[in-house]
């Protein structure tokens, strides 16, 4: 018997409102893992993570009847949790502003690779040296996703915060700005700059 579609978020919001309780548990069980990932960004234990976490689901359920829709409801989610986990990390001495960030400035470095390597959303426009024959065949080895994710981990934090939200959590640009108040070109260049380093450690890593 084929397995039924998931319900989409506006489906279980509109539900949850209805008083489905089933519903807003699908939501809390969609994302609260992608909410640990961005949490434990901002704050420098697990347990703080699950703090912010558990304050952010808490203002959703006091917050979604003014929940109008004018963005989507992940990034209403998001931007609760960001806002909540920022007010956390700078108690903690963690987190940095996102809206001091310079195009140009950012971590006190320019790009890491050849621009026109990229195309104005920084992904790739050609595949990097000495590479397989398909880049997307090597990127599900499970080393070379261990390899991506070390590299990702040293990354400086808005650019970790940016990729991981891009490229692991999906995203779009639109979304990632809308979350994190961030204007299009800093979006940019802390893509551009992460994805950058992590390729090239893939690209150090294959050559091996």
Known sequence: MPSRPAADDQSLVERALGGDEEAFALLVRRYTPMLMRLARMYVPTDALAEDVVQETWVAVVRGLERFEGRSSFKTWLFRILVNRA????????????????????EDGEGPTVDPSRFTSEGAWTS???DWHD?????LDSAEALRVAREAIDRLPERQKIVI?????????????RNVLDLTETNQRVLLHRARAKVRKALEDWNAS
């Open 86 to 105: 920022k007010t956390r990390g700078v108690r903690e001495h963690r987190s940095i502003p996102f809206a001091s960030v310079g195009p140009l400035e």
């Open 127 to 129: 595949a990097p040296a």
């Open 164 to 176: 991981t939200l891009r490229d692991l959590e999906g995203l779009s640009s639109d979304e990632v």
């Open 134 to 138: 398909d880049p997307e065949t090597a």
